[in-house]
């Protein structure tokens, strides 16, 4: 078995995976890297019944990664290229042959990702981290379980103006609820549950249309999201939108907070 860990700056997720096909997936937190990525490992071994001979070779990537030095238990242990990771897990948990990979983090990052062939096109410092400090500053909330359960509860005609705030006619194939500027209606009546609703709609959109402008004039419009946020029950709603708006297939892969995972796994070499 091959095991991949992507060491974050709050959590390390760990896969396990047996002729590339994947057995087993865990998280866990911790206060520093070292200690999250090798509670990871004690807690997958536990979780899944192993035994150190089980395991053949350790993949680690993530920005945790460079506090990681030698093998891990005497395990044959390699660091990974965050961006390769991404490119491959992204397609692997997507089913998919070639695509653009949002990773959305605490900042986002974007690879093209075709075969084995990855490249980074760029990246933007909005992502998970821009939503956790802006809602626990303006809203008192420090959790993603917490803001996205909040959020459910909002209204963004609280926060954003629309295109039928301010126009009574269509214009191109913009609907009425497209968004004109985000949080450029915030009313003195919003309460926390809109201010968070607006604030995962303006991150999701801003990440969302940063994807589409980089499939201008490629054949590739097969767009998928991974990483912390791409569970959220907001993140279907937003690209949904976006997808019938714009030439593109936007996928949301289950478990796709592992993907960087799988995809440091999937880099083995042997």
Same mark, same amino acid.
């Given at each position: #078995?091959?095991?991949?860990?992507?060491?974050?700056?709050?959590? /390390?997720?760990?896969?396990?995976?047996?002729?590339?096909?994947?057995?087993?997936?865990?998280?866990?937190?911790?206060?520093?890297?070292?200690?999250?990525?090798?509670?990871?490992?004690?807690?997958?071994?536990?979780?899944?019944?192993?035994?150190?001979?089980?395991?053949?070779?350790?993949?680690?990537?993530?920005?945790?990664?460079?506090?990681?030095?030698?093998?891990?238990?005497?395990?044959?242990?390699?660091?990974?290229?965050?961006?390769?990771?991404?490119?491959?897990?992204?397609?692997?948990?997507?089913?998919?042959?070639?695509?653009?990979?949002?990773?959305?983090?605490?900042?986002?990052?974007?690879?093209?990702?075709?075969?084995?062939?990855?490249?980074?096109?760029?990246?933007?410092?909005?992502?998970?981290?821009?939503?956790?400090?802006?809602?626990?500053?303006?809203?008192?909330?420090?959790?993603?379980?917490?803001?996205?359960?909040?959020?459910?509860?909002?209204?963004?005609?609280?926060?954003?103006?629309?295109?039928?705030?301010?126009?009574?006619?269509?214009?191109?194939?913009?609907?009425?609820?497209? /968004?004109?500027?985000?949080?450029?209606?915030?009313?003195?009546?919003?309460?926390?549950?809109?201010?968070?609703?607006?604030?995962?709609?303006?991150?999701?959109?801003?990440?969302? #249309?940063?994807?589409?402008?980089?499939?201008?004039?490629?054949?590739?419009?097969?767009?998928?999201?991974?990483?912390?946020?791409?569970?959220?029950?907001?993140?279907?709603?937003?690209?949904? /939108?976006?997808?019938?708006?714009?030439?593109?297939?936007?996928?949301?892969?289950?478990?796709?907070?592992?993907?960087?995972?799988?995809?440091?796994?999937?880099?083995?070499?042997?």
């Amino acid at each position: #078995m091959v095991l991949g860990i992507d060491v974050g700056g709050s959590t /390390t997720k760990i896969v396990g995976l047996k002729n590339d096909e994947l057995v087993g997936m865990l998280q866990v937190q911790a206060s520093d890297q070292t200690t999250s990525a090798f509670g990871a490992f004690g807690k997958f071994i536990s979780e899944y019944g192993l035994r150190m001979s089980d395991i053949h070779k350790i993949m680690v990537t993530g920005v945790g990664a460079s506090y990681l030095g030698g093998d891990m238990y005497d395990i044959p242990t390699e660091r990974v290229d965050e961006f390769l990771a991404i490119g491959l897990g992204g397609l692997k948990m997507a089913s998919l042959s070639e695509a653009l990979i949002i990773s959305v983090g605490t900042g986002t990052a974007l690879v093209k990702a075709c075969g084995k062939h990855i490249q980074h096109l760029g990246g933007s410092g909005v992502g998970g981290g821009t939503l956790l400090n802006l809602a626990g500053r303006f809203a008192g909330i420090h959790s993603f379980a917490g803001i996205t359960e909040m959020a459910t509860k909002g209204d963004l005609g609280m926060v954003d103006l629309r295109l039928s705030d301010i126009s009574q006619e269509k214009i191109g194939n913009l609907p009425p609820s497209a /968004t004109v500027s985000n949080f450029g209606n915030l009313r003195d009546q919003a309460v926390n549950a809109d201010i968070l609703l607006g604030l995962i709609n303006m991150i999701f959109e801003s990440i969302g #249309m940063m994807a589409i402008f980089a499939t201008l004039g490629d054949r590739v419009k097969d767009i998928v999201l991974i990483g912390s946020l791409a569970a959220t029950e907001q993140a279907g709603s937003v690209f949904s /939108t976006l997808s019938k708006l714009h030439p593109v297939k936007f996928h949301i892969p289950k478990d796709a907070i592992f993907a960087t995972a799988v995809g440091a796994a999937l880099s083995k070499k042997d």
